[in-house]
């Protein structure tokens, strides 16, 4: 299944999965493993302690289609292949007047970006995929990538990777600073928070993924001490509780009623979304009573495990659906289908929820 094209320098770059039906019979081997130092010494703007795959995938979605990334870059937990220490891998077939001349592929990651592969002009090959990427560096796509998370193996979990519109993000660290971060997708660099509400719901996004996992580990936990576990319980229990509400009623109060009507594949996917919220309901207020006995009373985690830990992985089983299709689908649609009055509309009904005494 072929997927975006660009063109550059006489050479049409196809992103292919698998290099369906293209043949190559002859050429020289493209190995560049220090790609990323490449594009910083040639022009890439600042990244903020970022790494370069992020905003190389970033680009790679502007150059094939943008609001599409993630399709068009076979980038999806169907797809996404999982090779040594790359958190994307995509396949390029490229050709000259039609012809195949080369197959190679992009491995991007928290180690850096390289591409590798076999080409008959390796060096034409490699100089014009810089300069698609470099010829507006600037510009990006917003995309939310589902890729694995190399550190843990085949069984790794989905998380989200690349550009949202306001920061790069992560699942794991900058390769230039070497700091462990939370596997939960967090910002990468000094960026203020997000202003828009598409960049806000994603930070509440973020945060919900933070808190699901925290309830993940706390029910796998054998040796917290009964502070850490206290002060876990407390934070899930009060997230759960305060924060999530008021971000549910940003997307049932505020989006929903200014999209539904306007495309009726959205409206589908819009019905959904409310749908699940009430879904929700049951296992969240469950997992807020554990939590709340756990933070009063932590010496009984033992007692509770088995049902902490069937309701915090249905939790976080549900919303990791959930949040995918509106990270795909809803979020994408309020920047494509409403203009600035009615997102800024939006961010100040966002704030009102969260300045209320």
């Not at 706390?218 to 407390?234: F, M, Q, V, Y």
């Not at 296992?283 to 985690?301: F, N, Q």
Request: proline share 5%; glycine share 8%.
């Amino acid at each position: 299944m072929s997927y975006g094209v660009f063109e550059t320098r006489g050479l049409e770059f196809q992103v292919d999965d698998g290099f369906t039906a293209v043949e190559l019979e002859d050429g020289v081997d493209v190995e560049v493993e220090d790609l990323d130092a490449r594009l910083l010494a040639r022009g890439l703007p600042d990244l903020n302690g970022a790494p370069v795959a992020s905003w190389a995938f970033a680009r790679l979605g502007a150059l094939v289609g943008g609001e599409d990334a993630t399709r068009r870059l076979a980038l999806d937990p169907d797809t996404v292949e999982h090779v040594d220490d790359a958190l994307f891998v995509i396949d390029f077939v490229v050709r000259a007047s039609g012809a195949p001349v080369a197959k190679v592929q992009l491995q991007g990651g928290t180690i850096g970006v390289a591409l590798l592969g076999v080409a008959r002009d390796a060096t034409a090959v490699l100089e014009a995929f810089e300069a698609a990427l470099l010829a507006a560096p600037g510009e990006v796509a917003v995309c939310r990538v589902l890729t694995l998370d190399p550190t843990q193996g085949a069984d790794a979990p989905i998380h989200a990777y690349g550009f949202d519109g306001a920061r790069y993000l992560s699942p794991l660290s900058s390769p230039r600073d070497g700091a462990n971060v939370d596997p939960a997708m967090i910002g990468i660099g000094k960026k203020a928070a997000a202003t828009d509400p598409v960049g806000r719901l994603l930070e509440c996004h973020d945060k919900l993924r933070k808190f699901s996992a925290t309830a993940v580990r706390l029910a796998d936990s054998h040796d917290g001490t009964p502070d850490e576990i206290r002060d876990a319980a407390a934070g899930v229990a009060r997230y759960f509780t305060q924060a999530l509400p008021r971000h549910t009623a940003d997307e049932d109060e505020s989006l929903l009623p200014r999209l539904r009507g306007l495309d009726d594949a959205l409206d589908r996917e819009l019905t959904e979304m409310e749908r699940e919220h009430r879904a929700h309901e049951g296992p969240i207020a469950e997992l807020i009573g554990m939590c709340h006995a756990l933070s009063e009373a932590p010496e009984r985690l033992d007692e509770v495990r088995p049902e902490l830990k069937r309701v915090a992985a249905q939790v976080d089983e549900d919303f990791g659906v959930h949040l995918a299709r509106e990270e795909n689908i809803i979020f994408p649609a309020v920047q494509r289908l409403l203009d600035d009055e009615a997102q800024n509309a939006i961010a100040n009904e966002m704030s009102g929820r969260r300045n209320k005494s």
